[in-house]
């Protein structure tokens, strides 16, 4: 790990502008993905400011909106009555992620923000695109197993790691960040940027942007939902495919239905199409895999990857089935 200047900030204003002073610089809340990736060398701040004692962990209600303050811990988010009631899918996928110490240091803000864990990225000596712009992508024609089949580029093929955020894409729910021209909202599913030619951007965010909250709206469909991780092992692993849905049924028939996907794209990936196909259908196998054929639609799969495609049909009629319970 190369040497660095420590700070700690002690309101929002005060860790943008110690963030500014040093160019290259990085927010430190957990820790969990930043301290890896510092003593990889892959992420080099010459400055690391402590937001960690700012006011930002509150879990409030205000009408039919519950925000989430950035950092509020992974687990007290899972265990907290409010999010485990009205958002079932959020909890699980929290409860999925990494193991228990992680999850009671991990926050919410940085959990959106953690980066790929493509071994071509962590590890120096491979070329990485998103590492070092325009080196190449040694992924390409490399062991690339758990890499991503949607969403991809001839620039990257990095699967996006997390679970929480998979959840969220399917809630529909908004990142609220602080910068220079004051507060501002982004859909989730407008947050992350496909790698495209320039992978190495990964949000919208400005540099010296701070998330401050997550805001998810109190809906019935919210309430039947569900999440499903898909991994080599049970104890922390990242998810070789994930499946966030929700489903509203009316008469044995699907009146709305939510489906995002993890571990299988570059981004957490709303699968719009499959979504549509679901919206009127009689609950049941039928719909289930008509959904997951639409969800792999224009899949790009490589030499060692091709089996997330089955993969993930197979865990949207599961995850959805989980879903429906007795409704359907």
């Not at 110490?101 to 864990?117: F, H, P, V």
């Not at 070092?132 to 991503?148: I, M, Q, T, V, Y």
């Not at 792999?296 to 959805?320: M, P």
């Amino acid at each position: 790990m190369r040497a660095f200047d420590f700070v700690v900030a002690d309101s929002p204003a005060a860790a943008r502008a110690l963030l500014r002073e040093v160019p290259g610089s990085r927010f430190y809340a957990g820790g969990t993905t930043l301290v890896d990736l510092m003593k990889a060398d892959v992420e080099r701040p010459g400055r690391v400011v402590d937001i960690s004692r700012l006011p930002l962990t509150a879990i409030e209600r205000s009408g039919e909106v519950v925000r989430i303050g950035a950092l509020a811990r992974n687990s007290d988010v899972a265990y907290d009555p409010l999010i485990a009631t009205n958002f079932p899918v959020v909890a699980q996928a929290l409860l999925s992620g990494a193991s228990g110490q992680i999850r009671n240091s991990a926050t919410i803000g940085g959990n959106l923000l953690q980066r790929t864990r493509c071994s071509y990225f962590r590890e120096t000596r491979w070329r990485c695109n998103k590492r070092e712009p325009g080196s190449g992508c040694d992924a390409l024609e490399g062991f690339n197993r758990g890499h991503a089949v949607l969403g991809t580029s001839e620039a990257c093929i990095a699967t996006y790691p997390g679970d929480l955020a998979v959840a969220l894409t399917a809630l529909g729910a908004h990142v609220v960040v602080e910068g220079e021209r004051g507060e501002r909202t982004i859909a989730l599913v407008d947050f992350y940027l496909l790698p495209g030619d320039r992978p190495e951007h990964e949000t919208t965010l400005a540099y010296g942007e701070l998330i401050t909250a997550i805001e998810l709206r109190v809906e019935p469909l919210h309430v039947r939902s569900h999440y499903l991780k898909v991994r080599d092992r049970a104890s922390y692993e990242f998810a070789l495919v994930s499946v966030a849905c929700a489903l509203r049924i009316d008469g044995g028939r699907i009146a709305a239905a939510r489906l995002a996907l993890g571990g299988v794209a570059t981004v957490p990936w709303r699968a719009y199409a499959a979504e549509e196909s679901l919206t009127g259908a009689e609950a049941g196998d039928a719909a289930y895999r008509v959904a997951a054929e639409r969800a792999l639609d224009g899949a790009r799969t490589r030499e060692h990857n091709a089996f997330k495609v089955e993969l993930a049909r197979r865990a949207i009629v599961r995850a959805l089935r989980a879903t429906a319970g007795s409704a359907a």
